[in-house]
């Protein structure tokens, strides 16, 4: 006899998964360039592929066109690719002095367009006061508060 959650889980194991290829900006490598990777991933739609692409690491994640290509693949390339990736000294490498001894000057990318806004320190030319001294840096007057008031 079927309950509704039995019936809800083999609803479940009924999801089709497709196999997607997934091209993204890979970083660590400079705020101006990346290394395009190509990543195998199952996902039920494109666009799922993409947000878990988005999610891996050396992925770069504070940009809007890290995603470069989703597209559809068979099982053929997604093995393919996977042993690609499992060979791949940039992705195996675990700390920043593994990945200085690797060679990557032939698979950097420069950046197109690279927009970068500069936040300045105080745009408000307010003057900020303890009693009657005027403070000249208020951000570090608010984080050792409990050392003037002592």
């Given at each position: 006899?079927?309950?509704k959650k039995d019936?809800?889980?083999m609803e479940n194991y009924n999801i089709k998964y497709e196999m997607y290829e997934v091209a993204c900006k890979c970083g660590h490598?400079?705020?101006t360039r990346y290394i395009p990777i190509h990543f195998p991933i199952k996902a039920q739609s494109g666009k799922e592929a993409a947000s878990r692409a988005r999610e891996y690491p050396r992925v770069?994640?504070?940009r809007?066109?890290?995603?470069?290509s989703v597209?559809?693949?068979n099982q053929q390339r997604f093995?393919?690719?996977?042993e690609i990736n499992n060979r791949d000294p940039y992705l195996r490498c675990t700390c920043i002095q593994d990945q200085n001894l690797i060679d990557l000057s032939?698979?950097?990318?420069?950046e197109k367009e690279t927009v970068y806004r500069m936040v300045r320190k105080d745009e408000s030319n307010k003057d900020f006061y303890y009693k009657k001294q005027k403070l000249r840096d208020p951000k570090k007057y608010m984080k050792h508060y409990h050392d003037f008031c002592a």
């Open positions: 006899m079927f309950l019936a809800k889980t490598v400079g705020r770069k994640h504070d809007k066109d890290a995603i470069l597209c559809k693949i093995s393919e690719l996977t032939d698979r950097l990318l420069d």
